[in-house]
């Protein structure tokens, strides 16, 4: 389990911004002391490659990474690759996420058996980093013996998050990841939960569950108006409750509720739908309101063993705002608090 001061503070950026955003808004983390700057890899935004790579070239200090690839959009060699570059670029500062990835039906791809996906994913990935030539016959990717990157790499073996809610895919980040991340919950109750779903595999692979960094995010909205704040989360919150609510075990959330938003939300109501949301349930799922609230539910997490809390878009009434005011008031609470 993490210390009390054994943590990292991240922001995830959604990759719908214009070139020189990014940098922007990476020099401002990486300037107020943010540890990781991730970039979610959502169906039909832009590649996180390209935001990835000019947050390097800005920066010198943060961890960088995309929060999630997918092995059925992207081959598992095409994501060594851009793994490589990114390492490369940041000078050894990336990480990779993978994930099943979400809504790929819209575009015609499926996704079978994903918990072997991903297991292979990453052995691919791994082999081509490592220059080893030794081949692979996975069931659903495959090297031939002697396949190899032409190209030099930064590091062998570059951190692995797993994103996962359920008890299979933590097992796999027990066995083969550096990090789980659960995106889109807020929920200290959740932390022991993803403990216990990491030890199958931890166990497995002859490793501790503490090897594994537990990484908890979800939308945030920070202002000073904290008002206006929790109202604007309130309506993020509506779009995805259904979704998280039935992933998460220790949230009591009464299916009538659930019914109301999401007939709302598909009236196009997002206002009204994020108005039936109660303060304890939005605690659960977001993280908003002023500096100070914010602080003490990322605080919470930190106190559950999380060893990472990455506060997510929109992060304010504006991103640069909201971006700044994580940077420089709710971050150093975190820190002051640990000391």
């Known amino acids: ?18 070139a020189g955003d990014y940098a922007r808004l990476g020099r401002l983390a990486e300037e107020h002391g943010i ?34 690839l997918n092995p059925y959009s992207m081959a598992p060699y095409e994501i060594a690759g851009q793994l490589a570059a990114l390492d490369l670029a940041s000078d050894g500062r990336a990480y990779l ?16 058996r994903p918990l072997t996906a991903l297991a292979e994913c990453a052995e691919v990935v791994r082999r081509l980093l490592a220059g080893d030539t030794s081949g692979f016959a996975g069931e659903l990717f495959s090297l031939a013996p002697g396949t190899a990157l032409r190209y030099p790499v930064r590091r062998a073996r570059p951190p692995l998050l797993i994103g996962a809610w359920g008890p299979r895919g933590a097992a796999l ?37 503490d090897d594994v960094g537990i990484v908890l995010g979800a939308v945030t909205v920070v202002a000073a108006d904290g008002a206006a704040a929790r109202a604007r989360a309130r309506r993020e919150v509506a779009m995805y409750l259904a979704v998280v609510a039935e992933l998460d075990p220790t949230a009591e959330v009464p299916a009538d509720l659930l019914t109301r938003v999401k007939a709302e939300v598909a009236a196009g109501r997002d206002d009204a739908a994020g108005r039936l949301i109660p303060d304890d349930l939005l605690d659960l799922f977001a993280f908003s309101g002023t500096p100070e609230q914010v602080a003490a539910q990322a605080r919470r997490l930190i106190d559950a063993g999380v060893r990472r809390v990455e506060f997510g878009t929109p992060h304010g009434l504006t991103d640069d705002d909201g971006v700044l005011l994580i940077a420089t008031e709710v971050a150093p609470m975190l820190r002051k608090a640990a000391r």
């Open 1 to 18: 389990m993490s210390g009390p001061g054994d943590f990292e503070i991240g922001i995830g950026l959604q990759s719908d911004k214009r």
């Open 35 to 68: 540890d990781v700057v991730s970039v979610f890899g959502d169906l039909m935004y832009q590649p996180p490659i390209f935001p990835l790579l000019e947050i390097a070239a800005a920066t010198s200090r943060v961890r960088l990474g995309p929060a999630c």
């Open 97 to 112: 996420g993978l994930a099943r990835g979400t809504w790929l039906g819209e575009v015609g791809i499926a996704q079978p």
């Open 173 to 209: 980040a027990g066995r083969v990841a550096d990090e789980i991340k659960v995106g889109g919950s807020a929920n200290p109750a959740m932390v022991p939960v993803v403990r216990e779903r990491l030890r199958p595999g931890a166990e497995e692979a002859g490793r501790s569950v």
